[in-house]
């Protein structure tokens, strides 16, 4: 069954359980009709507005969608594929670094604390011998 480019926007919005409303209003769009229009069938969908729904919705399979290849939806793996900055890495991948590199920080700050607490323990228990010694000698 070959499917033209709207009506795959359309099963696509379907799955998703997106309304053409949303749609809309991700997509900017002042006039109301223009997404039913599109899945309707009536007027052919911009190429910019093509590459804006595939922006804004990066699970969606930009060569399912345009030439009906491979599966509606990109698998996890692929998507950190595509999503990788200039750097080679994915911003999810990026974003855990940031939080292994807080989490490192706080525990580097629990380390110095426990450091200062242990350091402080210790004078007190010389303080606390101190105060011991004499009364030890005292019932001797």
Not at 4 to 21: A, C, G, M, P
Not at 75 to 96: A, P, S, T, V
Request: charged letters at 40%.
């Amino acid at each position: 069954m070959d499917l033209s480019v709207n009506q795959r926007l359309e099963r696509f919005l379907f799955e998703k359980k997106i309304s053409q409303e949303e749609l809309r209003i991700r997509l900017g769009l002042k006039a109301r009709q223009q997404v039913s229009n599109w899945i309707n069938c009536q007027d052919p969908i911009p190429d910019k507005h093509l590459l804006s729904i595939i922006r804004e919705y990066p699970e969606l399979n930009a060569n399912w969608l345009i030439r009906e290849i491979g599966p509606m939806f990109m698998d996890q793996k692929q998507l950190r594929q595509i999503n990788r900055n200039e750097y080679g890495f994915c911003e999810d991948c990026i974003d855990k670094e940031k939080e292994i590199a807080l989490l490192k920080t706080l525990l580097e700050r629990k380390e110095y604390e426990l450091k200062e607490l242990y350091r402080e323990s210790g004078k007190l228990e010389e303080r606390l011998s101190h105060y011991e010694k004499p009364e030890k000698t005292k019932g001797k």
